[in-house]
Protein backbone atom coordinates (compact mmCIF):
# COMPACT_ATOMS: atom_id res chain seq x y z
CA UNK A 1 0.00 0.00 0.00
CA UNK A 2 3.23 2.29 0.92
CA UNK A 3 4.54 1.65 -2.29
CA UNK A 4 1.25 2.68 -4.37
CA UNK A 5 1.04 5.90 -2.50
CA UNK A 6 4.83 6.75 -2.93
CA UNK A 7 4.19 6.28 -6.89
CA UNK A 8 0.85 7.98 -6.97
CA UNK A 9 2.71 11.02 -5.55
CA UNK A 10 5.34 10.95 -7.12
CA UNK A 11 3.40 10.88 -10.54
CA UNK A 12 1.36 13.86 -9.31
CA UNK A 13 4.65 15.30 -8.54
CA UNK A 14 5.85 14.97 -12.24
CA UNK A 15 3.19 16.29 -13.68
CA UNK A 16 3.74 20.14 -11.81
CA UNK A 17 7.34 19.59 -13.18
CA UNK A 18 6.76 19.16 -16.71
CA UNK A 19 4.90 22.53 -16.80
CA UNK A 20 7.93 24.35 -15.43
CA UNK A 21 9.66 26.74 -17.79
CA UNK A 22 11.28 29.95 -18.15
CA UNK A 23 9.72 32.53 -17.36
CA UNK A 24 8.54 35.55 -19.82
CA UNK A 25 6.47 38.06 -17.46
CA UNK A 26 8.84 40.63 -15.11
CA UNK A 27 9.36 40.40 -11.59
CA UNK A 28 12.77 39.53 -11.88
CA UNK A 29 14.18 41.92 -8.95
CA UNK A 30 16.26 40.70 -6.19
CA UNK A 31 14.90 40.27 -3.15
CA UNK A 32 15.75 39.11 0.07
CA UNK A 33 14.25 35.20 1.63
CA UNK A 34 11.19 36.38 4.00
CA UNK A 35 11.83 36.41 7.35
CA UNK A 36 9.04 37.54 8.78
CA UNK A 37 8.97 39.77 12.02
CA UNK A 38 5.75 37.74 13.26
CA UNK A 39 3.80 35.27 11.59
CA UNK A 40 0.44 37.10 12.24
CA UNK A 41 -1.37 33.56 13.73
CA UNK A 42 -4.74 35.66 14.48
CA UNK A 43 -4.71 36.53 10.90
CA UNK A 44 -7.91 34.14 10.86
CA UNK A 45 -9.97 36.07 12.39
CA UNK A 46 -9.31 40.06 11.11
CA UNK A 47 -12.56 41.41 8.81
CA UNK A 48 -12.89 40.36 5.66
CA UNK A 49 -13.24 42.57 2.47
CA UNK A 50 -15.68 40.64 0.14
CA UNK A 51 -16.03 36.98 1.95
CA UNK A 52 -18.36 36.45 4.25
CA UNK A 53 -16.39 34.89 6.67
CA UNK A 54 -12.76 32.76 6.64
CA UNK A 55 -14.90 29.53 6.81
CA UNK A 56 -17.15 30.34 4.12
CA UNK A 57 -14.93 27.89 2.02
CA UNK A 58 -15.03 24.75 3.98
CA UNK A 59 -11.51 23.01 4.12
CA UNK A 60 -11.45 19.47 4.87
CA UNK A 61 -8.90 18.65 7.94
CA UNK A 62 -5.47 16.95 6.62
CA UNK A 63 -4.30 13.62 7.39
CA UNK A 64 -2.32 13.27 10.47
CA UNK A 65 1.45 13.66 10.16
CA UNK A 66 2.34 9.73 11.48
CA UNK A 67 -0.40 8.64 8.54
CA UNK A 68 0.46 5.81 5.64
CA UNK A 69 -0.41 8.53 3.66
CA UNK A 70 1.50 11.35 4.84
CA UNK A 71 4.89 9.79 5.44
CA UNK A 72 4.94 8.67 1.92
CA UNK A 73 4.49 12.72 0.94
CA UNK A 74 7.57 13.52 2.99
CA UNK A 75 9.59 10.70 1.33
CA UNK A 76 8.62 11.47 -2.04
CA UNK A 77 10.17 15.83 -0.58
CA UNK A 78 13.60 13.52 0.76
CA UNK A 79 13.70 12.21 -3.24
CA UNK A 80 13.13 15.07 -4.94
CA UNK A 81 15.50 17.13 -2.56
CA UNK A 82 17.91 14.79 -2.89
CA UNK A 83 17.93 15.64 -7.30
CA UNK A 84 17.29 19.10 -7.30
CA UNK A 85 19.00 21.11 -10.69
CA UNK A 86 20.55 24.34 -10.15
CA UNK A 87 17.40 25.61 -11.78
CA UNK A 88 14.91 24.43 -9.41
CA UNK A 89 17.27 25.74 -6.67
CA UNK A 90 17.25 29.08 -7.98
CA UNK A 91 13.10 28.55 -8.47
CA UNK A 92 13.08 27.79 -4.41
CA UNK A 93 15.26 31.06 -3.71
CA UNK A 94 12.93 32.84 -6.16
CA UNK A 95 10.21 32.94 -4.48
CA UNK A 96 11.37 32.37 -0.87
CA UNK A 97 11.50 36.59 -0.83
CA UNK A 98 7.39 35.60 -0.34
CA UNK A 99 4.67 35.51 -2.81
CA UNK A 100 2.46 38.66 -2.03
CA UNK A 101 5.79 40.54 -3.02
CA UNK A 102 6.24 38.56 -6.44
CA UNK A 103 3.07 38.98 -7.83
CA UNK A 104 2.83 42.50 -7.14
CA UNK A 105 6.11 42.88 -8.90
CA UNK A 106 4.76 40.36 -12.02
CA UNK A 107 1.41 41.96 -12.56
CA UNK A 108 2.89 45.73 -12.64
CA UNK A 109 5.32 43.92 -15.18
CA UNK A 110 1.67 42.65 -16.76
CA UNK A 111 0.58 46.06 -16.68
CA UNK A 112 3.54 47.40 -18.34
CA UNK A 113 3.38 45.36 -21.72
CA UNK A 114 -0.14 45.33 -21.83
CA UNK A 115 -0.57 49.20 -21.28
CA UNK A 116 -1.08 50.07 -25.15
CA UNK A 117 -3.25 52.40 -26.58
CA UNK A 118 -5.10 50.71 -30.17
CA UNK A 119 -4.06 52.52 -33.12
CA UNK A 120 -6.44 53.80 -35.59
CA UNK A 121 -7.87 52.03 -38.22
CA UNK A 122 -7.33 53.08 -41.94
CA UNK A 123 -10.98 55.20 -41.68
CA UNK A 124 -9.58 57.05 -38.77
CA UNK A 125 -11.92 54.89 -36.40
CA UNK A 126 -10.29 52.99 -33.02
CA UNK A 127 -10.42 49.35 -32.37
CA UNK A 128 -11.68 48.01 -29.13
CA UNK A 129 -9.72 45.60 -27.45
CA UNK A 130 -11.60 42.32 -27.28
CA UNK A 131 -11.53 39.98 -24.17
CA UNK A 132 -13.36 37.30 -25.75
CA UNK A 133 -10.60 37.40 -28.46
CA UNK A 134 -7.36 38.33 -26.45
CA UNK A 135 -4.88 37.77 -29.17
CA UNK A 136 -6.33 39.98 -31.96
CA UNK A 137 -5.44 43.01 -32.74
CA UNK A 138 -5.27 45.22 -30.23
CA UNK A 139 -4.40 42.72 -27.69
CA UNK A 140 -6.45 42.59 -24.62
CA UNK A 141 -6.76 44.69 -22.15
CA UNK A 142 -5.60 47.73 -22.78
CA UNK A 143 -4.00 48.37 -18.96
CA UNK A 144 -4.32 52.00 -18.73
CA UNK A 145 -4.56 53.82 -15.16
CA UNK A 146 -8.02 53.09 -14.70
CA UNK A 147 -8.01 49.42 -15.98
CA UNK A 148 -4.57 49.07 -13.58
CA UNK A 149 -6.37 50.51 -10.59
CA UNK A 150 -9.00 48.19 -10.52
CA UNK A 151 -6.58 45.49 -11.65
CA UNK A 152 -4.09 45.53 -9.11
CA UNK A 153 -6.79 45.83 -6.22
CA UNK A 154 -8.90 42.56 -7.38
CA UNK A 155 -5.51 40.71 -7.33
CA UNK A 156 -4.98 42.52 -3.64
CA UNK A 157 -7.88 41.72 -2.33
CA UNK A 158 -8.39 38.18 -3.54
CA UNK A 159 -5.20 37.53 -2.21
CA UNK A 160 -5.83 38.62 1.62
CA UNK A 161 -8.95 37.23 1.65
CA UNK A 162 -7.69 34.02 0.52
CA UNK A 163 -4.99 34.57 3.02
CA UNK A 164 -6.72 34.99 5.42
CA UNK A 165 -9.00 32.26 5.05
CA UNK A 166 -6.20 30.53 4.77
CA UNK A 167 -4.13 31.47 8.76
CA UNK A 168 -7.68 30.64 9.84
CA UNK A 169 -7.48 26.73 8.79
CA UNK A 170 -3.57 26.86 9.84
CA UNK A 171 -4.65 27.59 13.22
CA UNK A 172 -7.73 25.15 13.23
CA UNK A 173 -5.38 22.35 11.91
CA UNK A 174 -2.37 23.13 13.07
CA UNK A 175 -0.47 20.44 10.82
CA UNK A 176 3.37 21.48 11.20
CA UNK A 177 5.33 21.73 8.15
CA UNK A 178 7.85 18.82 6.91
CA UNK A 179 10.73 20.41 7.74
CA UNK A 180 9.55 20.46 11.57
CA UNK A 181 8.02 16.81 11.19
CA UNK A 182 11.31 14.56 9.96
CA UNK A 183 14.67 16.02 10.20
CA UNK A 184 15.66 14.57 7.23
CA UNK A 185 13.75 17.03 5.13
CA UNK A 186 16.00 20.08 4.43
CA UNK A 187 14.73 23.29 5.25
CA UNK A 188 15.95 25.18 2.12
CA UNK A 189 13.90 28.79 3.13
CA UNK A 190 14.19 30.37 6.77
CA UNK A 191 12.31 28.31 8.97
CA UNK A 192 9.03 29.31 11.35
CA UNK A 193 6.51 27.76 13.55
CA UNK A 194 3.53 28.59 10.89
CA UNK A 195 1.67 25.34 10.52
CA UNK A 196 1.89 24.26 7.00
CA UNK A 197 -1.75 23.14 5.69
CA UNK A 198 -2.53 24.53 3.47
CA UNK A 199 0.03 26.20 2.27
CA UNK A 200 0.09 29.95 1.79
CA UNK A 201 2.69 29.58 -1.50
CA UNK A 202 -0.26 27.23 -3.30
CA UNK A 203 -3.27 29.44 -1.70
CA UNK A 204 -1.40 32.76 -3.67
CA UNK A 205 -1.03 30.40 -6.73
CA UNK A 206 -4.43 29.54 -6.84
CA UNK A 207 -6.13 32.53 -6.21
CA UNK A 208 -3.35 34.92 -8.43
CA UNK A 209 -3.51 33.27 -11.49
CA UNK A 210 -7.15 32.41 -11.72
CA UNK A 211 -7.74 36.21 -11.08
CA UNK A 212 -4.44 37.34 -13.67
CA UNK A 213 -5.67 35.20 -16.66
CA UNK A 214 -9.10 36.87 -16.25
CA UNK A 215 -7.36 40.48 -16.29
CA UNK A 216 -4.63 39.16 -18.61
CA UNK A 217 -5.93 36.47 -21.31
CA UNK A 218 -3.23 37.02 -23.41
CA UNK A 219 -0.86 36.01 -20.78
CA UNK A 220 -2.68 32.85 -19.50
CA UNK A 221 0.67 30.45 -20.06
CA UNK A 222 3.12 32.53 -18.18
CA UNK A 223 0.81 32.51 -15.51
CA UNK A 224 -0.05 29.28 -14.93
CA UNK A 225 3.66 28.38 -15.21
CA UNK A 226 4.60 31.38 -12.95
CA UNK A 227 2.23 29.59 -10.59
CA UNK A 228 3.59 26.02 -11.37
CA UNK A 229 6.40 27.03 -9.96
CA UNK A 230 5.52 28.43 -7.06
CA UNK A 231 3.70 25.67 -5.58
CA UNK A 232 7.21 23.44 -6.83
CA UNK A 233 9.00 25.83 -4.82
CA UNK A 234 6.76 25.20 -1.67
CA UNK A 235 7.49 21.83 -1.79
CA UNK A 236 10.62 21.82 -3.09
CA UNK A 237 11.75 24.36 0.00
CA UNK A 238 10.76 21.40 2.22
CA UNK A 239 8.06 23.64 3.78
CA UNK A 240 4.57 21.75 2.64
CA UNK A 241 3.73 18.69 1.81
CA UNK A 242 1.85 17.94 -1.30
CA UNK A 243 -1.17 17.67 0.41
CA UNK A 244 -0.66 21.20 2.24
CA UNK A 245 0.02 22.48 -1.19
CA UNK A 246 -3.17 20.39 -3.23
CA UNK A 247 -5.63 22.15 -0.17
CA UNK A 248 -4.39 25.46 -0.64
CA UNK A 249 -4.52 25.38 -4.27
CA UNK A 250 -7.86 24.60 -3.96
CA UNK A 251 -8.49 27.14 -1.29
CA UNK A 252 -7.20 29.82 -3.40
CA UNK A 253 -9.35 29.05 -7.08
CA UNK A 254 -12.33 29.12 -4.57
CA UNK A 255 -11.66 32.52 -3.56
CA UNK A 256 -10.79 33.99 -7.20
CA UNK A 257 -14.47 31.75 -8.01
CA UNK A 258 -16.02 33.96 -5.41
CA UNK A 259 -14.92 37.02 -6.58
CA UNK A 260 -14.97 36.21 -10.41
CA UNK A 261 -18.16 33.48 -10.77
CA UNK A 262 -19.62 34.80 -14.08
CA UNK A 263 -23.42 32.85 -13.12
CA UNK A 264 -24.94 31.35 -10.12
CA UNK A 265 -25.03 27.37 -9.23
CA UNK A 266 -22.68 24.83 -7.65
CA UNK A 267 -18.66 25.22 -8.31
CA UNK A 268 -16.87 22.08 -8.13
CA UNK A 269 -13.18 23.45 -7.95
CA UNK A 270 -10.39 20.41 -7.74
CA UNK A 271 -6.66 20.98 -6.49
CA UNK A 272 -5.22 20.34 -9.56
CA UNK A 273 -6.08 18.63 -13.26
CA UNK A 274 -7.01 15.23 -12.98
CA UNK A 275 -6.99 14.80 -9.39
CA UNK A 276 -10.05 14.56 -6.99
CA UNK A 277 -7.63 15.40 -4.01
CA UNK A 278 -8.92 18.53 -2.08
CA UNK A 279 -11.75 19.11 -3.91
CA UNK A 280 -13.99 21.68 -2.95
CA UNK A 281 -17.91 22.56 -4.21
CA UNK A 282 -18.93 26.27 -3.89
CA UNK A 283 -22.71 27.16 -4.04
CA UNK A 284 -23.00 30.72 -5.25
CA UNK A 285 -26.18 32.42 -4.82
CA UNK A 286 -25.11 35.74 -6.81
CA UNK A 287 -22.53 36.69 -9.36
CA UNK A 288 -19.14 37.53 -8.90
CA UNK A 289 -18.62 41.10 -8.09
CA UNK A 290 -15.61 41.31 -10.70
CA UNK A 291 -18.81 40.38 -13.36
CA UNK A 292 -21.08 43.15 -11.88
CA UNK A 293 -19.02 45.93 -10.86
CA UNK A 294 -20.04 48.13 -14.37
CA UNK A 295 -16.64 47.38 -15.75
CA UNK A 296 -17.80 46.04 -19.06
CA UNK A 297 -19.86 49.43 -19.60
CA UNK A 298 -16.76 51.97 -18.80
CA UNK A 299 -16.22 52.08 -22.55
CA UNK A 300 -19.25 53.85 -23.10
CA UNK A 301 -20.93 54.21 -26.75
CA UNK A 302 -20.15 56.79 -29.62
CA UNK A 303 -23.80 58.15 -28.59
CA UNK A 304 -22.54 58.78 -24.91
CA UNK A 305 -19.29 60.00 -26.16
CA UNK A 306 -21.11 63.07 -28.00
CA UNK A 307 -23.99 63.86 -25.46
CA UNK A 308 -21.25 64.29 -23.18
CA UNK A 309 -19.53 66.80 -25.14
CA UNK A 310 -23.05 68.22 -26.27
CA UNK A 311 -23.95 68.63 -22.70
CA UNK A 312 -21.16 71.74 -22.13
CA UNK A 313 -23.64 74.78 -21.53
CA UNK A 314 -26.61 72.62 -19.20
CA UNK A 315 -26.61 73.79 -15.47
CA UNK A 316 -25.52 76.81 -13.50
CA UNK A 317 -21.64 76.03 -14.32
CA UNK A 318 -21.71 75.88 -17.38
CA UNK A 319 -24.04 79.41 -18.59
CA UNK A 320 -21.26 81.17 -19.88
CA UNK A 321 -18.80 80.19 -22.66
CA UNK A 322 -17.82 77.07 -21.16
CA UNK A 323 -15.60 74.87 -23.79
CA UNK A 324 -15.97 70.97 -23.60
CA UNK A 325 -13.09 69.24 -23.83
CA UNK A 326 -12.11 67.88 -26.99
CA UNK A 327 -9.89 65.07 -28.29
CA UNK A 328 -6.13 66.41 -29.15
CA UNK A 329 -5.29 63.16 -31.26
CA UNK A 330 -4.99 62.61 -34.93
CA UNK A 331 -7.94 61.42 -35.95
CA UNK A 332 -9.60 62.12 -32.83
CA UNK A 333 -9.58 59.14 -30.61
CA UNK A 334 -12.73 58.56 -28.15
CA UNK A 335 -12.80 59.73 -24.25
CA UNK A 336 -10.96 56.90 -22.76
CA UNK A 337 -13.62 55.05 -20.20
CA UNK A 338 -16.15 57.72 -19.52
CA UNK A 339 -18.09 55.63 -17.65
CA UNK A 340 -15.05 54.10 -15.09
CA UNK A 341 -17.07 57.00 -12.12
CA UNK A 342 -20.23 53.87 -12.29
CA UNK A 343 -17.63 51.60 -11.30
CA UNK A 344 -18.29 50.05 -7.88
CA UNK A 345 -15.57 51.02 -5.50
CA UNK A 346 -14.76 49.41 -2.31
CA UNK A 347 -16.27 50.19 1.04
CA UNK A 348 -17.47 53.50 -0.54
CA UNK A 349 -21.32 53.70 -1.75
CA UNK A 350 -22.18 55.47 -4.97
CA UNK A 351 -24.07 58.20 -3.21
CA UNK A 352 -20.90 58.91 -1.23
CA UNK A 353 -18.61 59.20 -3.96
CA UNK A 354 -20.88 61.77 -5.78
CA UNK A 355 -21.10 63.60 -2.52
CA UNK A 356 -16.92 63.65 -1.94
CA UNK A 357 -16.68 64.81 -5.95
CA UNK A 358 -14.52 68.41 -5.90
CA UNK A 359 -16.05 71.71 -6.22
CA UNK A 360 -16.30 73.07 -10.06
CA UNK A 361 -12.89 74.26 -11.84
CA UNK A 362 -12.89 77.82 -13.08
CA UNK A 363 -14.41 78.26 -15.98
CA UNK A 364 -13.02 78.17 -19.04
CA UNK A 365 -13.84 82.16 -19.49
CA UNK A 366 -13.11 82.99 -15.90
CA UNK A 367 -9.72 85.19 -15.26
CA UNK A 368 -8.61 82.47 -12.82
CA UNK A 369 -8.58 80.16 -15.52
CA UNK A 370 -6.46 82.81 -17.80
CA UNK A 371 -4.19 83.29 -14.99
CA UNK A 372 -3.64 79.66 -14.85
CA UNK A 373 -3.48 78.89 -18.23
CA UNK A 374 -0.55 81.46 -18.56
CA UNK A 375 0.92 79.58 -15.82
CA UNK A 376 1.23 76.28 -17.40
CA UNK A 377 2.50 78.15 -20.37
CA UNK A 378 4.85 79.47 -18.13
CA UNK A 379 6.70 75.95 -17.20
CA UNK A 380 6.39 74.71 -20.16
CA UNK A 381 8.55 77.68 -21.61
CA UNK A 382 10.51 78.17 -19.02
CA UNK A 383 10.89 74.64 -16.74
CA UNK A 384 14.22 74.27 -15.16
CA UNK A 385 15.99 70.71 -15.36
CA UNK A 386 14.89 69.62 -11.98
CA UNK A 387 11.59 69.87 -13.16
CA UNK A 388 11.86 68.32 -16.55
CA UNK A 389 13.33 65.44 -14.63
CA UNK A 390 10.53 65.65 -11.93
CA UNK A 391 7.73 65.46 -15.22
CA UNK A 392 9.57 61.94 -16.51
CA UNK A 393 10.35 60.33 -13.19
CA UNK A 394 6.40 60.08 -12.37
CA UNK A 395 5.00 60.27 -16.47
CA UNK A 396 4.36 56.63 -16.11
CA UNK A 397 2.77 56.91 -19.30
CA UNK A 398 2.13 54.24 -22.30
CA UNK A 399 4.29 50.88 -21.91
CA UNK A 400 4.85 51.96 -17.96
CA UNK A 401 2.98 50.45 -15.35
CA UNK A 402 1.02 53.38 -14.31
CA UNK A 403 0.87 55.63 -11.42
CA UNK A 404 -1.26 52.76 -9.48
CA UNK A 405 2.11 50.89 -10.05
CA UNK A 406 4.25 53.57 -9.33
CA UNK A 407 2.73 53.55 -5.93
CA UNK A 408 2.90 50.02 -5.76
CA UNK A 409 6.92 49.82 -6.19
CA UNK A 410 6.71 52.15 -3.69
CA UNK A 411 5.08 50.46 -1.21
CA UNK A 412 6.61 46.76 -1.65
CA UNK A 413 10.48 48.39 -1.22
CA UNK A 414 8.64 49.27 2.35
CA UNK A 415 6.55 46.33 2.79
CA UNK A 416 10.09 43.81 2.05
CA UNK A 417 11.71 45.71 4.42
CA UNK A 418 9.23 45.74 7.61
CA UNK A 419 9.25 41.81 6.80
CA UNK A 420 6.03 41.49 6.82
CA UNK A 421 4.69 38.20 7.03
CA UNK A 422 2.41 37.29 3.85
CA UNK A 423 -1.31 37.90 5.12
CA UNK A 424 -0.16 41.50 6.36
CA UNK A 425 1.73 42.00 3.32
CA UNK A 426 -1.28 41.22 1.20
CA UNK A 427 -3.06 43.38 3.89
CA UNK A 428 -0.91 46.49 2.62
CA UNK A 429 -1.40 45.79 -1.18
CA UNK A 430 -5.19 45.70 -0.81
CA UNK A 431 -5.67 48.41 1.09
CA UNK A 432 -2.68 50.60 -0.83
CA UNK A 433 -4.74 49.28 -3.85
CA UNK A 434 -8.50 49.38 -2.61
CA UNK A 435 -7.94 53.14 -2.60
CA UNK A 436 -6.21 53.66 -5.61
CA UNK A 437 -9.09 51.96 -7.14
CA UNK A 438 -11.39 54.69 -5.91
CA UNK A 439 -8.99 57.53 -6.16
CA UNK A 440 -9.41 55.99 -9.59
CA UNK A 441 -13.69 55.86 -9.99
CA UNK A 442 -13.63 58.99 -8.23
CA UNK A 443 -11.36 60.89 -10.16
CA UNK A 444 -13.28 59.61 -13.69
CA UNK A 445 -16.49 60.39 -12.14
CA UNK A 446 -15.49 63.70 -11.51
CA UNK A 447 -13.80 64.11 -14.85
CA UNK A 448 -16.55 63.41 -16.84
CA UNK A 449 -19.06 65.56 -14.63
CA UNK A 450 -17.34 68.48 -15.70
CA UNK A 451 -15.71 67.60 -19.14
CA UNK A 452 -12.95 70.62 -18.68
CA UNK A 453 -10.31 71.21 -21.54
CA UNK A 454 -6.69 70.85 -21.44
CA UNK A 455 -4.59 73.65 -21.61
CA UNK A 456 -3.31 72.63 -24.97
CA UNK A 457 -6.41 72.91 -26.24
CA UNK A 458 -6.88 76.09 -24.76
CA UNK A 459 -3.68 77.58 -26.23
CA UNK A 460 -2.40 75.71 -29.43
CA UNK A 461 0.99 77.31 -28.87
CA UNK A 462 1.61 74.96 -25.14
CA UNK A 463 4.00 72.53 -26.19
CA UNK A 464 3.87 70.00 -23.70
CA UNK A 465 7.06 68.16 -21.53
CA UNK A 466 4.71 64.39 -22.07
CA UNK A 467 1.92 62.89 -23.79
CA UNK A 468 -1.18 64.50 -23.25
CA UNK A 469 -3.81 62.27 -21.63
CA UNK A 470 -7.03 61.58 -23.87
CA UNK A 471 -9.37 62.58 -21.64
CA UNK A 472 -10.87 65.58 -19.52
CA UNK A 473 -8.24 67.40 -17.07
CA UNK A 474 -10.30 68.05 -14.28
CA UNK A 475 -9.53 66.45 -11.70
CA UNK A 476 -5.82 64.78 -12.01
CA UNK A 477 -5.30 61.32 -11.79
CA UNK A 478 -1.94 61.66 -10.72
CA UNK A 479 -2.62 63.97 -8.19
CA UNK A 480 -5.55 62.20 -6.98
CA UNK A 481 -3.75 58.44 -7.24
CA UNK A 482 -0.86 60.58 -4.98
CA UNK A 483 -3.04 61.61 -2.55
CA UNK A 484 -4.48 58.74 -2.28
CA UNK A 485 -1.75 56.58 -1.85
CA UNK A 486 0.40 58.61 0.10
CA UNK A 487 -2.49 58.93 3.17
CA UNK A 488 -2.61 54.73 3.28
CA UNK A 489 1.46 54.42 2.72
CA UNK A 490 1.12 56.92 5.87
CA UNK A 491 -1.10 55.07 7.94
CA UNK A 492 0.97 51.67 7.23
CA UNK A 493 4.36 53.72 7.56
CA UNK A 494 3.78 56.52 9.68
CA UNK A 495 7.68 57.27 9.89
CA UNK A 496 7.97 57.77 6.69
CA UNK A 497 4.97 60.27 6.23
CA UNK A 498 6.97 63.23 5.42
CA UNK A 499 8.32 61.07 2.57
CA UNK A 500 5.10 59.78 1.29
CA UNK A 501 3.83 63.22 1.00
CA UNK A 502 6.40 65.44 -0.58
CA UNK A 503 6.38 62.15 -3.08
CA UNK A 504 2.81 62.86 -3.51
CA UNK A 505 3.18 66.46 -4.07
CA UNK A 506 5.85 66.05 -6.64
CA UNK A 507 3.84 63.77 -8.79
CA UNK A 508 0.97 66.13 -8.25
CA UNK A 509 3.35 69.19 -9.89
CA UNK A 510 4.80 67.44 -12.93
CA UNK A 511 1.66 67.30 -14.18
CA UNK A 512 1.51 71.36 -14.07
CA UNK A 513 5.38 71.10 -14.99
CA UNK A 514 4.11 68.79 -18.26
CA UNK A 515 2.18 71.41 -19.57
CA UNK A 516 -1.17 68.88 -18.87
CA UNK A 517 -2.77 70.32 -15.88
CA UNK A 518 -3.40 73.42 -14.30
CA UNK A 519 -2.50 74.10 -10.67
CA UNK A 520 -6.16 73.68 -9.83
CA UNK A 521 -6.33 69.81 -11.15
CA UNK A 522 -3.37 69.30 -9.10
CA UNK A 523 -4.19 70.42 -5.72
CA UNK A 524 -7.95 69.38 -6.07
CA UNK A 525 -7.18 65.89 -6.86
CA UNK A 526 -4.44 65.45 -4.00
CA UNK A 527 -7.28 66.39 -1.71
CA UNK A 528 -9.77 64.04 -3.04
CA UNK A 529 -7.54 61.65 -2.96
CA UNK A 530 -6.57 61.76 0.47
CA UNK A 531 -11.01 62.14 1.56
CA UNK A 532 -11.28 58.91 -0.75
CA UNK A 533 -8.51 57.18 1.04
CA UNK A 534 -10.11 57.65 4.22
CA UNK A 535 -12.57 55.40 4.15
CA UNK A 536 -10.05 52.20 3.34
CA UNK A 537 -8.60 53.80 6.67
CA UNK A 538 -11.14 53.64 8.62
CA UNK A 539 -12.02 50.13 7.69
CA UNK A 540 -8.18 48.92 8.69
CA UNK A 541 -8.43 50.78 11.74
CA UNK A 542 -11.79 48.48 12.69
CA UNK A 543 -10.15 45.33 10.99
CA UNK A 544 -8.40 44.00 13.75
CA UNK A 545 -5.25 43.66 12.51
CA UNK A 546 -3.48 46.12 14.64
CA UNK A 547 -4.79 44.74 18.01
Known amino acids: MKS ?20 EVDGVEELPALRPASTD ?31 AELAAIKDAQSKLTDAQRATVQYWSAGGTLRWNQILRGLVARFNLPPSPNADGTY ?15 FANPPYSARAYSYVSVAQYDALKAAWFYKS ?52 TLLAADQRNAAIWSGKASYSDVSAGFALGKAVATIFTANSTGVFTIPASAGSSTTTLTLNLATRGRFRTDGMGAAIGTPALWKELQDSVGFGDFYKTNQQPWLSLETPARPPMLPNFGKVAAWLITPAQLVAERPMPPPSTSSEQMARELA ?22 GVGTYTPPGHWNDIAAEYIAQANMSEVRAARAFALLNMALHNAGVGCWETKYHYFNPRPSQLDASIKTWTGVPNFPAYTSGHSTFSGAASSVLSYLFPAATSFFEREATEASLSRLYGGIHYRSDCEAGLEHGKQLASYTINFALADGADD
Open 4 to 23: KLYFFISLLWLSTLLISCDK
Open 41 to 71: GDAGGWQMVLLTSPSQITLPAPAATNSVSYQ
Open 127 to 141: PTPDAENPFANPEFP
Open 172 to 223: SFNRAAPYTVDSGVKALVPTSDLPAYPSEDAVLSGVTAEMLKILFPAAVEEI
Open 375 to 396: EVKSFTENASREQIAIVHKWAD
